[in-house]
């Protein structure tokens, strides 16, 4: 779990902190916890609007982009989520056309 803590962001890693101690038994009871506070609880046409709507950021790092599409994407519920080859298109459009023509000839087979 110490090692955990060090990945989250601001908000999360304070509220991590926050927890008195021994308050989590398991690992699965602190799953529920963490994703009882920080599930994305949103209409799923809403996620699927800003999914299909989404553009890198100016001044917003490659990496950044990635982890912010990855999290929308991975918040559309099931039943009407893309394929992931087709998310693996769909993320290089959020980029200019130049870098979404160069991301496209990668020819990277998955999303992660």
Not at 65 to 70: A, D, E, L, Q, S
Not at 93 to 98: E, K, M, S
């Amino acid at each position: 779990m110490r090692l955990f803590v060090q990945i989250l962001v601001v908000d999360v890693k304070n509220w991590f902190k926050a927890l008195p101690t021994s308050h989590i038994a398991n690992l699965p009871a602190f799953r529920r916890l963490f994703i009882n506070k920080w599930e994305r609880k949103r209409n799923p046409l809403q996620i699927f609007s800003e999914y299909e709507n989404i553009r890198r950021a100016p001044n917003e790092s490659v990496q950044d982009y990635y982890t912010r599409f990855n999290s929308i994407y991975n918040a559309i519920p099931a039943n009407i989520k893309p394929p992931p080859n087709l998310a693996l298109i769909k993320s290089t459009h959020g980029f200019d056309t130049d870098m979404s023509y160069q991301l496209r000839e990668r020819n990277t087979e998955t999303l992660e």
